[in-house]
């Protein structure tokens, strides 16, 4: 049974950081792209983060791009999510998934209908 089970979720202040784990089970995924997502209270869920299979190809939502930091181990099978100069926007349920499809080398997606996969979100409040 494929499970992705997230952490590092909590509150923090405005400015602080964070990192999120996404540790998955039940099979490998170091031949797929992977990414986070995030639902804000009362909005729709949205791209923030992708990363192909070898880490080597990594793409952003312009609201995150260079305040987060998406990596993976492939041998720990875990995705990782640093969050640095963290604002109140940032406030959501961050998810982690995994895009089965191929798309070569580099190929990552920020399009959430080619996740198969998905965690169960962890919670990031920030104040202000």
């Known amino acids: 049974q494929v499970r992705l089970v997230e952490s590092g979720g909590g509150m923090v202040q405005a400015g602080g950081s964070l990192r999120l784990s996404c540790a998955a089970s039940?099979?490998?995924?170091?031949?797929?792209?992977m990414g986070w997502f995030r639902q804000p209270p009362g909005k729709a869920r949205d791209f923030v983060a992708a990363i192909n299979w070898n880490g080597g190809s990594t793409n952003y939502a312009d609201s995150v791009k260079g305040r987060f930091t998406i990596s993976r181990d492939n041998a720990k099978n875990t995705l990782y999510l640093q969050m640095d100069s963290l604002k109140p926007e940032d406030t959501a349920v961050y998810y982690c998934?995994?895009?089965?499809?191929?798309?070569?080398?580099?190929?990552?997606?920020?399009?959430?209908?080619?996740?198969?996969?998905w965690g169960q979100g962890t919670q990031i409040t920030v104040s202000s």
């Open positions: 998934a995994v895009d089965l499809n191929y798309g070569g080398r580099d190929y990552t997606s920020a399009d959430e209908s080619k996740y198969a996969y």
């Open positions: 039940g099979r490998t995924f170091a031949s797929f792209a």
